[in-house]
């Protein structure tokens, strides 16, 4: 059973760096064609694509964001993170993380249930 | 950055009920479009991707079709655990981007 485990620090300041983990279960990242991607979502409004990370440890990002992103993985621990630096209210959402199977295509076939992020000062 | 034009926003239908959802794109994404399904609590659901292939364990109730940059999503026959928050995702290209949500509500 494939199954994602988002976590984060709740609420943070803004100016700090926001750090995020994805614990990965019934996968392996490491497995050829395997990705995971984080996704957010402002309360009551869309979702946002900001990076994928690949079993091969390529990665993509969003422009919009690229700057302040930064996507790893642990394959031993079976985790991928996140790191959104220098954060500002904006940023307040819930982010998920999501697989992705590139042998099937650049969809998510499989998300977490999601964390919430809240940034204020 | 490929736009997704999702309509409608708000959807009110009855149990049993057939509904549709739209998605166009700003430019070709070729077939490479998912939906998925949002409800409060769980996570999100992958229903169908490649504009009309079902993802695995999901009803044949639920599917989809393309017409140039135009894509459809519909559910024949609705069932209560159907209503909910439904997104469209091009993955033809980076940077993915989502439709902005349809809520389909019980009538």
């Known amino acids: 059973q494939v199954t994602l485990k988002e976590s984060g620090p709740g609420i943070l300041q803004p100016s700090q760096t926001l750090s995020l983990t994805c614990t990965l279960s019934?996968?392996?990242?490491?497995?050829?064609?395997?990705?995971v991607g984080w996704i957010r979502q402002p309360s009551g409004k869309g979702l946002e694509w900001l990076a994928n990370?690949?079993?091969?440890?390529?990665?993509a990002y969003n422009p919009s964001l690229k700057s302040r992103l930064s996507i790893s993985m642990d394959t031993s621990k079976n985790q991928a993170f996140l790191q959104i630096t220098n954060v500002d209210t904006a940023d307040t959402a819930t982010y998920y993380c999501?697989?992705?199977?590139?042998?099937?295509?650049?969809?998510?076939?499989?998300w977490g249930q999601g964390v919430m992020v809240t940034v204020s000062s | 950055d490929v736009q997704m034009t999702q309509s409608p926003y708000n959807l009110a239908a009855s149990p049993g009920e057939s509904v549709s959802i739209s998605c166009k794109a700003s430019?070709?994404?070729?077939?490479?479009l998912a939906w998925y399904q949002q409800k409060p609590g769980k996570a999100n659901k992958l229903l169908i991707y490649?504009?009309?292939t079902l993802h695995s364990g999901i009803p044949s109730r639920f599917g989809g079709s393309r017409s140039g940059t135009d894509f459809t999503l519909t559910i024949k026959s609705l069932e209560p655990e159907d209503f909910g928050l439904y997104y469209c995702?091009?993955?033809?290209?980076?940077?993915?981007?989502f439709g902005s949500g349809t809520k389909l509500e019980i009538k």
């Open positions: 490649d504009g009309s």
């Open positions: 019934g996968f392996s990242v490491s497995t050829y064609g395997m990705g």
């Open positions: 990370i690949y079993w091969d440890d390529d990665n």
């Open positions: 430019k070709s994404i070729s077939k490479y």
């Open positions: 995702q091009q993955h033809n290209e980076y940077p993915f981007t």
């Open positions: 999501a697989r992705m199977d590139r042998q099937l295509g650049y969809h998510f076939d499989y």
